[in-house]
């Protein structure tokens, strides 16, 4: 959303988005639900709401988890067998057993207003970064983490989808993990996803027209033993319960959006 004002000429002063999460979530099997609240400072009209909204809803990462953007290729190698393919979208097998719920709570994400780079033309080279504070309840009292990510040289911060992306790795070896209990201690997920053909200012495009932008990626499934062991299509079961993959596959995670001038 930076990106986008700025390229529009935006009198974008500050902003701040705050996430709620739920148990109910719009798929069978997701589980869970985000309501959002992004909160624009500034000399904003209508009209610019309306364009940042509309970004808001189609940034890169919020096209993955709510509009189903991401072409997923699974691939599934076995310590003593070969690299196979995997597609997770239909399988035959069921599994029993159950996932652990993902626990309801909190992120606020504020921008760091000083974080923002620019070139020697004047021009900003990179957005910027946030810090994001996520509280959560456990089983015994509740619980937190602050993270920093965005838009900044490389090698400072976490970007958007690395960040993203090892939330999709670690939910996808808890749910292997927990339905093929076989496996456990012994799995690794790897993800490839080529960039943007256009880059940040195509994403920046994309989003600012509400466009979706199709991103490929390839996740790399290794696992202990042998496909007979543990089979190929049992491992695809397990793929679609898991979470995040479903979110990825069919989008629909937020439930409430709404984009307020403060």
Excluded at 45 to 72: D, H, T, W, Y
Excluded at 128 to 143: D, I, P, Q, W, Y
Excluded at 145 to 153: D, K
Excluded at 179 to 197: D, K, N, R
Aim: glycine residues 12%; proline residues 6%; contains cysteine.
């Amino acid at each position: 959303m930076v990106g986008v004002a700025d390229r529009g000429k935006i009198a974008l002063e500050d902003i701040s988005v705050d996430f709620e999460v739920g148990p109910a979530g719009p798929f069978d099997g997701l589980g869970f639900g985000v309501k959002e609240t992004v909160t624009l400072h500034g000399n904003i009209s209508e009209q610019e709401r309306v364009r940042l909204e509309r970004a808001s809803n189609f940034c890169p990462v919020g096209q993955a988890l709510n509009k189903g953007s991401m072409k997923i290729e699974d691939e599934v190698q076995w310590s003593a067998g070969k690299l196979v393919p995997a597609s997770s979208h239909e399988s035959l097998h069921s599994l029993a057993g159950e996932l652990i719920a993902i626990p309801s709570g909190t992120a606020h994400a504020q921008y760091l207003l000083d974080t923002k780079e620019y070139d020697d033309t004047g021009a900003m080279a990179h957005e910027g970064e946030a810090k994001v504070t996520v509280r959560f309840a456990n089983l015994t009292r509740s619980s937190g983490s602050i993270l920093l990510a965005g838009h900044s040289s490389d090698g400072w911060v976490p970007g958007p989808f690395p960040m993203a992306h090892s939330g999709w790795a670690a939910s996808t070896v808890a749910t292997l993990s927990q339905l093929l209990p076989q496996t456990s201690g012994g799995i690794s997920v790897e993800l490839f996803m080529a960039p943007i053909p256009g880059g940040r200012d195509e994403a920046q495009s994309h989003a600012a027209e509400g466009v979706v932008g199709r991103r490929p990626v390839v996740r790399r499934i290794t696992l202990p033993g042998t496909p007979q062991e543990t089979p190929l299509e049992v491992v695809q079961a397990a793929l679609l319960r898991d979470p995040i993959s479903i979110a990825y596959k069919q989008g629909g995670i937020l439930l409430e959006h709404n984009v307020v001038v403060g």
